[in-house]
C-alpha cells in the first residue's frame, strides 16, 4: 500500500500523517510529513510498533479533522491476529494528541511490547521544499531531556529557542535511545482475556517566542468537539442554494475548510484577530493575495473575514523604515513568516512585500466591505492605511510615471510579483519571457477597481470630493490607456502583460477574466472576451485553462501555463455575471462543481489542464496545497455569480 500524507489542520498548526498514522520524517518528495507549528516541524518523527515490529493497516487513516485507523500484528493468514490496535489522533492549538486502545482477541491474558519511536529536526519548512536547497545553520543546538512521564526535546540557535514536549498517561515504563537522535518510550501491556488497555500521548510544541499559556487536549475526541464547534460558528446564517445541491455542498465543505484555516494575526493596535491563511502544507500563514481573494469571495456570507484581513494587513503595512525586504512606503506585505530561516535572513520572507497586486486588492477589499456591510468604522480608521496604499500605486507601484502598476524580479525574491508567480508564468505565446519590468493586465484590472472603490469611500464616508474626482479621473485614463495598449486586434483579446518597452506579451491568458471581474473592459470588449474563454482550448470541461492549449507555451501540468486554478474560475464566474453572459457563468460553475464530486466536495487549489473529453476524471497537480483557502473560498463566490441557479 502506498503511503500517502493526511492532513490535520487546527489554525496555525498542523499534521501530515501517513495512513497508519505515523511520521517518518523522509526529507524529500512532494510534501513533508510532521507535526509543524509556525514553519517549525516539532515532531519528525512518530512511529509505532508491536514487539519490535511496524503492524500492518487493516483500515488506513480517512480525510476528516481526526485521524483514525486500525491496525493488526503481521502474521499468517490461517491464524487470526491476536490484537487489533484502535489510533485516533489530533491536532490542537500547537499541540498533537494521540490515543492507542489494544484490545485482545484472545481468550487468555497475554503480554505485548508496544512503542512509539519520536523525535523533534525542528526543521524549518523551507528546508523541506523539494527545490534541494541547503541551509547553513552554525552553531544550532538538540538536546534530548527524559521525564518521569516522557521526554521534551529542544532546540537552540543564538537566540533561537523551541521545544517540544511528549508526556503519556500512562508514563512509559522506559525511554530508550535509538542510535539516530530519535528516542523510544516503551510500554509493557497485560491484556486480560479479551481485555482493553488504552494509552493517552500528548504533544506540546513550544514555537521560537510564544509565551502563551497552551494546554494540550485532553483527548482527540475533545478536539474534535472544539472544531465541530468551530465550523458550525462559520456555517451559522449562511443560506445554502436548495436548488443545486452540489454547490450547496461544496459551499458547506469550503466554510467547513475556511474554518480549519484560520490563524492567529495581530491588528494596528495590537489586538488579536483570525485570518484566512494561505493553505497547508506550505502556506499555512498570511498570504496578502489569498486572504484578501478569500475575504472578497466570502464576504458575502462570512463578512467578520474581510474586517480581520484589512486590520491584519494594515498592521503590516510598509511605512518606509525598512523593516522587510521591497517594504516601499504603502505598500500592503505579499507574505509574513515566523519561521527560523526568516528570522535570521535566510530566506526574504519574514515581511516580504514582492506583490504588485495585494496593495490594490486591500483597496478592493475596503471599498467592497463598506459598500456590502455599511460599516463604515474600518473605512474611517483605515483612511491613513488606504491614502498610503493610494500613494504607493502611484508613486513607487508605476501608475503615476508608467501609467500601470509595473513590478520587476527581486534577488532571492519572486520573479513574478502578480498571482501567477512561478518564474515562466508571464511568457509570450511560444513560452519566451520578456526582461526587466513587467505590467501584467490583472494587476491593471486591480488598480482600475481600487480606485473607484477608493474613490466611492473618499466621497461617502471621508467626504473628500476633490480626492474622489481625482481617483475618478485616474481610473478612466487607466482604462482608457489599457483598451489601447494591452488590446491585441488580431487575437480579439488582451495581451497577458507588456514588457519593459511596451510591447505586448502575446500569450492567450486567463488574466483576462480578472479584466472582466473588476470591469475594466468595455462592454463590447467584455463580452467578446468572456465568450472567448468558453471555446475548448481554454474551456477543458473542469474549468479554464490558466493558458490556451494550442500555444507552444501550454503544459497542462504547469502551474501557470495550462492548468486549472479554482479561484482563477471564480473571479472568471463572477466576471462573466458582470457582463451579462450568465450561462457561460454556469458552465464554468458546473464544471468545477463536478470535478469537486471526486475530492468529497473539496476544491482542490489546482487541477491540470488535460480535457474532459479524454479524460473523464479531474487530474491533480502535483505539490498543490492539500487545504487552500481561495478554493475554499471559490464556492462561495460561485453562489454569488450564478444564484443558486
Not at 484578501?292 to 486590520?311: D, E, I, K, M
Not at 510615471?401 to 508567480?421: C, F, H, M
Not at 492567450?508 to 479584466?515: K, M, N, Q, T, V
Request: hydrophobic share 40%; glycine share 10%; aromatic share 8%.
Amino acid at each position: 500500500m502506498t503511503d500517502r500524507h493526511h492532513l490535520l489542520v487546527h489554525g496555525a498548526t498542523f499534521a501530515a500523517v501517513g495512513d497508519r498514522g505515523d511520521i517518518s520524517g523522509v526529507r524529500g518528495g512532494g510534501s513533508p510529513d510532521g507535526l509543524f507549528v509556525r514553519d517549525a516541524r516539532h515532531l519528525s518523527r512518530w512511529q509505532l510498533t508491536v514487539d519490535g515490529a511496524v503492524p500492518e493497516v487493516l483500515t488506513p487513516v480517512a480525510d476528516g479533522a481526526t485521524a483514525r485507523c486500525v491496525l493488526v500484528p503481521r502474521g499468517a493468514r490461517p491464524e487470526p491476529p491476536a490484537h487489533t490496535l484502535f489510533r485516533e489522533q489530533a491536532v490542537g492549538d500547537s499541540s498533537f494528541v494521540e490515543t492507542v486502545r489494544v484490545t485482545s482477541n484472545r481468550p487468555a491474558p497475554t503480554t505485548i511490547r508496544l512503542a512509539i519511536t519520536a523525535d523533534a529536526d525542528f526543521a524549518d519548512q523551507f528546508e523541506l521544499r523539494p527545490d534541494h536547497r541547503t541551509y547553513v545553520k552554525a552553531g544550532a543546538l538538540r538536546s534530548r531531556i527524559v521525564m518521569d512521564d516522557g521526554i521534551e526535546f529542544t532546540y537552540r540557535r543564538a537566540e533561537w529557542r523551541s521545544c517540544t514536549t511528549i508526556t503519556a498517561d500512562p508514563a512509559p515504563d522506559a525511554v530508550e535511545e535509538t542510535g539516530t537522535g530519535a528516542r523510544r518510550l516503551v510500554w509493557t501491556l497485560e491484556l486480560p482475556a479479551h481485555g482493553t488497555r488504552e494509552l493517552v500521548l500528548r504533544v506540546m510544541a513550544r514555537p521560537h517566542g510564544d509565551r502563551r499559556a497552551l494546554r494540550v487536549p485532553r483527548d482527540p475526541a475533545a478536539v474534535e468537539a472544539q472544531l465541530d464547534a468551530q465550523e458550525a460558528e462559520f456555517v451559522e446564517g449562511v443560506a445554502f442554494p436548495t436548488g443545486w445541491p452540489e454547490l450547496a455542498a461544496a459551499c458547506a465543505r469550503g466554510l467547513t475548510d475556511l474554518a480549519a484555516l484560520q490563524i492567529p494575526a495581530t491588528g494596528p493596535d495590537g489586538e488579536e484577530l483570525r485570518v484566512p491563511a494561505g493553505g497547508a502544507p506550505w502556506y499555512l500563514t498570511l498570504l496578502a493575495r489569498d486572504a484578501l481573494l478569500t475575504s472578497l469571495f466570502a464576504l458575502p456570507y462570512r463578512p467578520r473575514s474581510a474586517a480581520a484581513t484589512l486590520l491584519a494587513l494594515a498592521a503590516t503595512q510598509a511605512t518606509g523604515g525598512g523593516r522587510g525586504q521591497g517594504a516601499e512606503p504603502g505598500k500592503i506585505v505579499h507574505e509574513v513568516r515566523h519561521g527560523e530561516l526568516a528570522h535570521f535572513g535566510q530566506v526574504p520572507y519574514a515581511r516580504y512585500y514582492g506583490s504588485v497586486d495585494a496593495t490594490p486588492l486591500f483597496l478592493v477589499l475596503l471599498g467592497a466591505y463598506t459598500e456590502r456591510t455599511g460599516d463604515l468604522a474600518p473605512a474611517r480608521r483605515l483612511e491613513p492605511h488606504a491614502r498610503a496604499a493610494v500613494g504607493w500605486m502611484l508613486d513607487h507601484g508605476g501608475l503615476a510615471s508608467r501609467g500601470y502598476l509595473v513590478y520587476r524580479a527581486d534577488e532571492g525574491g519572486i520573479a513574478n510579483q502578480n498571482w501567477k508567480d512561478s518564474p515562466g508564468a508571464i511568457c509570450r505565446a511560444d513560452g519566451t519571457r520578456p526582461s526587466g519590468p513587467v505590467m501584467a493586465a490583472g494587476a491593471q484590472g486591480y488598480a482600475y477597481d481600487a480606485l473607484r472603490r477608493t474613490a466611492w469611500v473618499a466621497r461617502t464616508v471621508w467626504a473628500d470630493e476633490t480626492y474622489a474626482a481625482l481617483l475618478e479621473q485616474a481610473a478612466a485614463d487607466l482604462r482608457d490607456r489599457f483598451q489601447r495598449d494591452f488590446w491585441m486586434p488580431d487575437a480579439s483579446f488582451p495581451a497577458l502583460a507588456l514588457d519593459s518597452e511596451g510591447r505586448r506579451v502575446d500569450a492567450l491568458a486567463s488574466d483576462a477574466g480578472h479584466l472582466l471581474w473588476t470591469g475594466l473592459l468595455d462592454k463590447e470588449y467584455g463580452e467578446v472576451v468572456g465568450r472567448r474563454l468558453l471555446e475548448p482550448d481554454f474551456f477543458s470541461g473542469w474549468g479554464v485553462r490558466t493558458l490556451a492549449s494550442g500555444q507552444p507555451a501550454y503544459h497542462p501540468l504547469s502551474p501557470h501555463r495550462g492548468s486549472i486554478w479554482p479561484h482563477d474560475n471564480a473571479l472568471l464566474a463572477l466576471g462573466l455575471s458582470r457582463y451579462g453572459l450568465h450561462d457561460e457563468s454556469r458552465a464554468i460553475a458546473h464544471a468545477l462543481l463536478t470535478a469537486s464530486l471526486s475530492t468529497s466536495h473539496r476544491l482542490p487549489e489546482v487541477l491540470a489542464g488535460y480535457p474532459r473529453s479524454t479524460h473523464p476524471e479531474p487530474v491533480p497537480c502535483p505539490h498543490a496545497c492539500t487545504l487552500e483557502s481561495r478554493s475554499a473560498a471559490a464556492p462561495l463566490a460561485l453562489l454569488t455569480a450564478v444564484g443558486g441557479a
